[in-house]
């Protein structure tokens, strides 16, 4: 059964970048699309981007200037990098699968709560 | 962006009553359309994905309908674990979007 888990820091200072690491455990990331979304009070949940296996990308055109998704095959681990952060930044940050069959989120990590806070 | 917007935003029901939440688009999605259940602190959980498709291990009280820009999901006979908030997901056009959610409480 596959299980993520995302990890990383809980407190980002303005302007700096917020680094997250989901790691991949229980299966391979071979044809998947790996995925990162925030949830907040004031936004609701909003997609940032993905991450195909192959290393193709796809990020949300409103984030697409400051987000970087990348991939570590050897480690299992795919990552987000949110460059020149904000208040509006802080969420809770997921990473999840996506898959086209069934063509929805079917696994998903607990999520993770960034603040960004001087 | 497609706009999803949820009806009711919030909803309060018993257990054993049979409840329905609407998903309206901004435009055709045709059937690209899932639902998930969400508890607090807990992450979103799959229930729908292609409008109608009952992900396995979703009770069979679940169940999704609708295509074009209407969609509902509705519960037949709520239990005491359904109470929670649901959203629905496009994924016709990127960027992939949500709904609002529908808090769903016990009465």
């Known amino acids: 059964q596959v299980q993520l888990q995302e990890s990383g820091p809980g407190l980002v200072k303005p302007s700096e970048t917020l680094s997250l690491t989901c790691n991949v455990s229980?299966?391979?990331?071979?044809?998947?699309?790996w995925t990162w979304i925030r949830q907040s009070p004031e936004k609701g949940l909003e997609y940032i981007g993905y991450?195909?296996?192959?290393?193709?990308?796809n990020y949300n055109r409103s984030l697409r200037d400051r987000v970087t998704i990348s991939l570590d095959r050897s480690k299992t681990q795919f990552s987000l990098r949110l460059g020149s952060v904000s208040a509006e930044d802080s969420a809770v940050y997921f990473c999840a699968r996506y898959q086209p069959q069934p063509d929805a989120f079917d696994v998903w990590g607990h999520g993770i709560k960034v603040t960004v806070s001087s | 962006d497609v706009q999803l917007t949820q009806s009711p935003s919030f909803l309060s029901a018993s257990v054993g009553d049979r409840v329905t939440i609407t998903c309206r688009t901004t435009?055709?999605?045709?059937?690209?359309l899932a639902w998930y259940q969400q508890k607090p602190g807990k992450a979103p959980s799959l229930l729908i994905s292609a409008a109608s498709r009952l992900q396995s291990g979703v009770p069979s009280r679940f169940s999704g309908s609708g295509s074009g820009t209407e969609f509902t999901l509705t519960i037949s006979s709520l239990q005491p674990e359904d109470f929670a908030t649901y959203y629905c997901q496009q994924l016709n056009v990127f960027p992939i979007t949500f709904g609002q959610g529908t808090r769903l409480d016990i009465k």
């Open positions: 229980g299966g391979s990331l071979s044809q998947y699309y």
């Open positions: 991450i195909y296996y192959s290393g193709s990308t």
């Open positions: 435009r055709d999605i045709s059937f690209y």
